[in-house]
């Protein structure tokens, strides 16, 4: 059984639409939750943390999280070109583990 | 503020030669990782540096890699020999902090073995 799971993708949003990109997790001991995005042949880039459940806000991104649910989820408001990338999903379950990622395409 | 440094940036070598990869940490970062990324999944942790103490090598295979982090900065994964199957983008990580806290990463090593 995977640890973090997340549905591969991928997504096709269009241009100013929200994407909602979904990931849950095995480990209830679970403390802190982050997202990363990866553009094409590059490494991954941090863009939002949350450790406590609800909503987490910065700018376009909300970061949601239900620990009881044991589901993490990444809004992207205003959906542009360039957020098109993989968004992977990680959990910090005493050492880090990641989902294998959603691959993200925003449609102009 | 410099990012975390990583070289080779490629790495083409035949099965069973060795090789190195070398990475430097963000100022100030005591917490150090190594991962490997397979295509179309998500980083998998090799080791986890706390200063020079290496907490985390449980995924490490010990057997052929072995790494090092000898003055607590600066660290270097070797594999010897490489396989076929070794051939991965290696990335190295850096955080402010034990305790998992947001992990910053280098532009990785991709490594073909032939």
């Known amino acids: 059984q995977k640890e973090v799971e997340q549905n591969s993708g991928p997504l096709s949003v269009p241009e100013g639409a929200i994407a909602s990109l979904n990931c849950t997790y095995s480990?209830?001991?679970?403390?802190?939750f982050f997202w990363y995005r990866q553009y094409s042949g590059k490494s991954p880039e941090l863009i939002m943390f949350i450790y406590s459940n609800g909503d987490k806000e910065d700018g376009r991104f909300t970061a949601q999280l239900n620990k009881a649910s044991q589901y993490v989820s990444l809004l992207i408001r205003d959906s542009q070109p360039s957020d098109s990338a993989t968004y992977l999903c990680a959990v910090n379950q005493g050492d880090m583990r990641f989902g294998a990622g959603t691959r993200l395409t925003v449609k102009p | 503020e410099a990012g975390v440094v990583q070289s080779p940036r490629y790495k083409i070598i035949e099965k069973k030669q060795p090789v190195a990869f070398w990475c430097n940490p963000i100022s100030g970062h005591n917490t150090l990782y190594w991962y490997l990324q397979n295509l179309g999944q998500g980083p998998e942790l090799l080791i986890r540096y706390e200063n020079e103490e290496a907490v985390d090598d449980s995924q490490l295979p010990k057997d052929r890699f072995s790494a090092e982090r000898l003055k607590g900065v600066d660290s270097t994964l070797k594999i010897q020999p490489a396989e076929l199957g070794d051939s991965a983008v290696y990335l190295c990580a850096s955080s402010d902090g034990p305790d998992l806290y947001e992990q910053y990463f280098g532009p990785g090593t991709r490594l073909t073995v032939t």
């Open positions: 480990d209830r001991g679970s403390q802190s």
